[in-house]
């Protein structure tokens, strides 16, 4: 796949994906309308709005590496031809799904909406599976050992504080 055709490609991904995950389905159950802040505390929405600013800007990162250095999309459908290990997937294997749950949790924090805070667990619970069931036996296959030694030193869901030992995943 060119990168012309990457950066498309990942691009319409982002909109059909996490722009609906973590955008027009939130916005659909809380319109984005103030309720009185969880614990009673506005400082609440603080962390709500830290989830949101911290989980944006690394979506749209690690989407652009998938283009650019992976030459795919995180579509299965056009899956990368390189393993991405740059970037946030340094920290964490699964930065797209941490970040369009940090967005949605960070939203049902912001608008104090439990709805929304149920639909983020749903949602972290379907990547769980669906990267246990599908995406990890399918990079183990298309990756082998390369992507063995990337889940040795890089944890799926919490991101680590340092870069992974390895100098392979020191890149970018």
Not at 25 to 41: G, K, N, Y
Not at 60 to 83: E, K, M, V, Y
Not at 128 to 152: K, T, W
């Amino acid at each position: 796949m060119s990168k012309i055709t990457a950066i498309l490609g990942s691009a319409l991904f982002f909109l059909v994906a996490p722009a609906m995950l973590a955008g027009v389905i939130p916005w659909s159950v809380t319109h984005w309308e103030f309720r009185p802040p969880f614990l009673a505390l506005e400082a609440t929405r603080l962390a709500g709005l830290a989830l949101i600013i911290a989980g944006v800007p690394g979506l749209l990162d690690s989407f652009a590496r998938f283009a650019l250095q992976g030459l795919g999309t995180p579509a299965p459908i056009a899956p990368p031809r390189n393993l991405v290990v740059s970037g946030l997937y340094r920290y964490v294997r699964n930065p797209i799904y941490v970040a369009v749950v940090a967005v949605i949790l960070g939203q049902a924090v912001l608008f104090a909406d439990w709805h929304l805070l149920g639909y983020g667990a749903l949602i972290w619970l379907f990547f769980q599976v669906f990267v246990v069931a599908y995406e990890e036996p399918m990079l183990r296959q298309n990756f082998g050992a390369e992507y063995e030694s990337y889940c040795a030193n890089v944890p799926r869901w919490l991101p680590r504080l340092t870069r992974a030992p390895s100098d392979r995943f020191d890149a970018g």
